[in-house]
C-alpha cells in the first residue's frame, strides 16, 4: 500500500497519467465531508469530463487504490485519511442537465438542493423527496436515498457509469437491483450521470411539497451542526432510532462525538471529534443494541480510509 511520505506521494503523482483535470496532493478531507473530520486523500483527482476520467482509468497504474467521493454527506472518512487517488466529480461538466420530454438527465456532480430550482424554473415535479437529502445525485444513487415514502429506484430511468477499464456505459434501471440504501453497483463503476423521471407540474405546487418536507426535517432532525444524516439503517420492520433510545444510548457521547439531542439516529460533531470518536461511538451503540435487543444495527454512513 502507498503510504503518506513526502517522497512516496511524490513519487506516486509521478506515476499517475497526464489529464485535463487536476490532482491535488494530500487535500485534507475533513474540507469535504459533512461531519468535518477525516485525514487527507493521498492523491485527489478532479477528472474534466468522462474523457478525462476515461483516460486516468485506462492509463493509471495497475493496482492503484482508488476511490469516488460525492458530496460527503453521509461519509465518515477516518483519521489516517485514504491512501491512493480519491477522485471527485466536481467540473462544470457534471453539473449539467437536460430535460426531455418526461425525463431529465443530470450529471451527479450536481446537489441534491439544486433541483428546486431546477423543477420551479422549468415547471416540472417528481423529485421533491431528492431535494430535501443532502450530498450529490451520485451518492443518492449509490445508496438508493429515500424518504417521504420514495426512494431514488422509483424515479431512476438508467445511469451512464464508466467503469474500471474506463468504458462509458449506460446502465437501465433494472439491472442496479436498488434495494433499502443499498445497490449492487461494482466498487469500480463510477456513476457521471442520471436519467430520472419527472412530470409537468406547477411552481408553486412542487414549491409546497418541498417546503412541506422541509418544514418536517426541521422540526424533527438536527441541522446547522455536523452531522451524516441517519448513521445506522432501520431493520426491516424496526426503527433504529426507537432501538437506540430504548437500549438506553440517547445520551452517550465519546469526547466531541454524540448522540443528537434531537434525533438519537443522527451522531454529532460538537466541534472537536474526531472520526476515531465517531466510530467508536457508533460502535459502542451497536454493542449496547445488540446486548439489550438482540439486534444487530447496520451502519447506514460508509466509513472509509485508514486509522491513525
Not at 503518506?4 to 483535470?21: I, Q
Request: glycine share 10%; charged share 25%; aromatic share 8%.
Amino acid at each position: 500500500m502507498l503510504g503518506f511520505g513526502k517522497n512516496k506521494k511524490n513519487h506516486l503523482l509521478s506515476l499517475l497519467p497526464e489529464v485535463r483535470g487536476k490532482y491535488l496532493c494530500n487535500e485534507p478531507l475533513s474540507k469535504h465531508t459533512w461531519f468535518g473530520v477525516g485525514g487527507p486523500a493521498e492523491i485527489m483527482y478532479y477528472p474534466e469530463d468522462n474523457d478525462d476520467l476515461s483516460w486516468f482509468l485506462k492509463a493509471k497504474p495497475y493496482n492503484l487504490p482508488i476511490c469516488i467521493i460525492g458530496g460527503g454527506s453521509n461519509l465518515l472518512v477516518r483519521d489516517g485519511g485514504i491512501p491512493g487517488v480519491v477522485i471527485k466529480l466536481d467540473s462544470k461538466f457534471y453539473k449539467k442537465w437536460q430535460i426531455n420530454e418526461n425525463e431529465i438527465t443530470c450529471g451527479t456532480g450536481i446537489r441534491n438542493v439544486q433541483l428546486k430550482k431546477i423543477m420551479t424554473e422549468n415547471n416540472i415535479g417528481g423529485l421533491e423527496f431528492l431535494t430535501s437529502i443532502p450530498g450529490h445525485l451520485g451518492g443518492a444513487v449509490k445508496t438508493n436515498a429515500g424518504c417521504f415514502g420514495k426512494e431514488l429506484k422509483d424515479v431512476l430511468i438508467k445511469a451512464t457509469v464508466v467503469n474500471g477499464n474506463g468504458e462509458v456505459l449506460e446502465i437501465p434501471a433494472k439491472d442496479l437491483s436498488l434495494s433499502y440504501r443499498n445497490s449492487l453497483f461494482p466498487d469500480d463503476w463510477i456513476i457521471t450521470s442520471l436519467t430520472l423521471k419527472i412530470i409537468p407540474q406547477p411552481a408553486e405546487e412542487t414549491l409546497k411539497i418541498i417546503n412541506e418536507q422541509k418544514n418536517y426535517r426541521l422540526r424533527t432532525q438536527p441541522h446547522n451542526v455536523k452531522t451524516a444524516g441517519s448513521t445506522f439503517k432501520n431493520p426491516e420492520g424496526l426503527k433504529a432510532w426507537e432501538l437506540i433510545q430504548k437500549s438506553g444510548c440517547a445520551e452517550m457521547q465519546i469526547n466531541g462525538a454524540k448522540v443528537s439531542e434531537k434525533h438519537c439516529n443522527f451522531l454529532v460533531n460538537t466541534g472537536n471529534a474526531t472520526a476515531q470518536d465517531i466510530e467508536t461511538l457508533g460502535e459502542n451503540i451497536i454493542a449496547k443494541v445488540k446486548s439489550a435487543t438482540s439486534i444487530t444495527l447496520e451502519w447506514e454512513v460508509k466509513r472509509m480510509g485508514i486509522n491513525k
